[in-house]
């Protein structure tokens, strides 16, 4: 393995699901739902099959789905969007981000993450050969904040792009409209590229809607979004999302893109374009179901002892151990599986400052009523 990606080791989710599996334990670790999609959508995609959308699909992904990706944004968020120029349809929204950070950070150039950040965020930057730098979110109540001032100072002369994710991966925290009309001022007053990774934008609690930011001024022409079906419509294994943004920037995404995957997988897309325009309903109910599965995990875990961060959106929960008698949330994660049949997912492979965050667990509670049920009794025990 090249120098560069050495400290990347095998992605924590995947070694943790593995785990999980020897042990046969339930797994809160990757987060992953264990119920389908709406039934329209997978009988959409079984029919693409049938009616012989087998074979490559444009570079820029099928029609069908960049139109409905366009009209979502203009519905939803009242964004105008060219399906034929500004939209990429990707393999999962990991593909985007790959694209974008290979297609627009030059060797040498910063990139600033939140952190704690999704793993592939910093993986990515160490493929393009950027340098990473990062501004933590800072616990707040019971939350997680951003130190704008902290923000400032991390973006500089030498910063190509900023990365943002919220609903964020994986404290739950849902960034305010103060902290998004910071990050928008930051980015124009040193015109930085920025990369909005909102792929739980319809994974909002408590009646909170998303506001994307590209939305805000100046940040439309400065901005790449990138969204999955994965999160939206249980569809973690179709590895369907896309790119948004202004023509000149998706050319560089796809530039890069073209030769990780040339195309994604084509009898997905129609289904993913169809579930856009038509499921709004399955959406609203998804995120009811998700809200009251947070609201049960998180006072199941406080009442085992853990300490519990609020969730305002994502399908995950941070949980903190040391009143139970553990400082390290890697350790627990390593034993959990054996000891107790549950699996969460430690800090480690999210921070670059292990001794802030490694005393942290996360658990995903996208998962059926009673495979959660099953693992509050098996942590009561
Ligand atoms: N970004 C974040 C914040 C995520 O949590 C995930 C998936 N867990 C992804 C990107 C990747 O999405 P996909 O599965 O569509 O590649
Ligand atoms: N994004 C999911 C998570 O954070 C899973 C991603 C993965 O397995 N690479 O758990």
């Given at each position: 393995l090249v120098r560069r990606m050495r400290?990347?080791?095998?992605t924590i989710f995947a070694e943790m699901s593995a785990l999980a599996q020897r042990h046969d334990a339930i797994n809160l670790?990757?987060?992953?739902?264990?119920t389908d999609g709406p039934a329209a959508m997978l009988e959409a995609a079984r029919a693409a099959i049938a009616d012989g959308l087998n074979q490559y699909a444009p570079g820029i992904g099928m029609a069908e789905l960049r139109h409905a990706v366009a009209e979502d944004r203009a519905r939803r968020y009242g964004l105008q969007t060219d399906p034929d120029r500004e939209v990429l349809v990707t393999v999962g929204a990991t593909e985007a981000i790959a694209g974008a950070v290979l297609g627009l950070v030059e060797p040498g150039d910063e990139v600033v993450l939140i952190e704690p950040?999704?793993?592939s965020y910093a993986a990515t930057v160490a493929l393009a050969g950027g340098v990473r730098r990062t501004v933590p979110l800072v616990p707040d109540g019971d939350g997680f904040a951003l130190d704008h001032d902290a923000l400032r100072a991390a973006?500089?002369?030498?910063?190509r792009l900023l990365i943002v994710n919220t609903?964020?991966?994986?404290?739950g925290t849902v960034l305010t409209a103060d902290d998004l009309a910071a990050i928008a001022e930051i980015a124009c007053e040193r015109d930085v590229l920025v990369l909005s990774?909102?792929?739980?934008?319809?994974?909002?609690?408590?009646?909170a809607a998303h506001t994307p930011l590209?939305?805000?001024?100046?940040m439309a022409e400065r901005t790449v979004t990138v969204s999955s079906a994965a999160k939206t419509f249980n569809?973690?294994?179709?590895?369907t999302g896309w790119a948004v943004g202004p023509a000149e920037l998706i050319d560089a995404v796809r530039g890069a893109k073209q030769f990780l995957s040339y195309v994604g997988a084509t009898p997905f897309q129609p289904a993913v374009a169809l579930a856009l325009r038509t499921e709004q309903a399955w959406i609203d109910a998804n995120r009811t179901a998700l809200q009251a599965k947070r609201d049960m995990l998180s006072a199941a875990l406080r009442e085992v002892g853990f300490g519990v961060h609020a969730s305002a959106g994502t399908y995950f929960v941070l949980a903190d151990p040391r009143p139970l008698g553990y400082h390290d949330g890697g350790e627990l994660c390593r034993d959990?599986?054996?000891?107790?049949g549950v699996a969460a997912v430690p800090m480690t492979p999210f921070t670059d400052h292990p001794q802030d965050w490694q005393h942290l667990v996360r658990f995903a509670f996208c998962k059926r009523d009673e495979v959660l049920a099953e693992a509050v009794s098996r942590l009561h025990r």
């Amino acid at each position: 393995l090249v120098r560069r990606m050495r400290p990347f080791g095998s992605t924590i989710f995947a070694e943790m699901s593995a785990l999980a599996q020897r042990h046969d334990a339930i797994n809160l670790g990757q987060g992953y739902p264990d119920t389908d999609g709406p039934a329209a959508m997978l009988e959409a995609a079984r029919a693409a099959i049938a009616d012989g959308l087998n074979q490559y699909a444009p570079g820029i992904g099928m029609a069908e789905l960049r139109h409905a990706v366009a009209e979502d944004r203009a519905r939803r968020y009242g964004l105008q969007t060219d399906p034929d120029r500004e939209v990429l349809v990707t393999v999962g929204a990991t593909e985007a981000i790959a694209g974008a950070v290979l297609g627009l950070v030059e060797p040498g150039d910063e990139v600033v993450l939140i952190e704690p950040y999704y793993d592939s965020y910093a993986a990515t930057v160490a493929l393009a050969g950027g340098v990473r730098r990062t501004v933590p979110l800072v616990p707040d109540g019971d939350g997680f904040a951003l130190d704008h001032d902290a923000l400032r100072a991390a973006v500089t002369g030498r910063t190509r792009l900023l990365i943002v994710n919220t609903p964020h991966n994986p404290t739950g925290t849902v960034l305010t409209a103060d902290d998004l009309a910071a990050i928008a001022e930051i980015a124009c007053e040193r015109d930085v590229l920025v990369l909005s990774d909102e792929v739980y934008e319809h994974l909002l609690f408590d009646g909170a809607a998303h506001t994307p930011l590209a939305a805000l001024p100046g940040m439309a022409e400065r901005t790449v979004t990138v969204s999955s079906a994965a999160k939206t419509f249980n569809v973690t294994g179709w590895k369907t999302g896309w790119a948004v943004g202004p023509a000149e920037l998706i050319d560089a995404v796809r530039g890069a893109k073209q030769f990780l995957s040339y195309v994604g997988a084509t009898p997905f897309q129609p289904a993913v374009a169809l579930a856009l325009r038509t499921e709004q309903a399955w959406i609203d109910a998804n995120r009811t179901a998700l809200q009251a599965k947070r609201d049960m995990l998180s006072a199941a875990l406080r009442e085992v002892g853990f300490g519990v961060h609020a969730s305002a959106g994502t399908y995950f929960v941070l949980a903190d151990p040391r009143p139970l008698g553990y400082h390290d949330g890697g350790e627990l994660c390593r034993d959990m599986p054996a000891r107790i049949g549950v699996a969460a997912v430690p800090m480690t492979p999210f921070t670059d400052h292990p001794q802030d965050w490694q005393h942290l667990v996360r658990f995903a509670f996208c998962k059926r009523d009673e495979v959660l049920a099953e693992a509050v009794s098996r942590l009561h025990r």
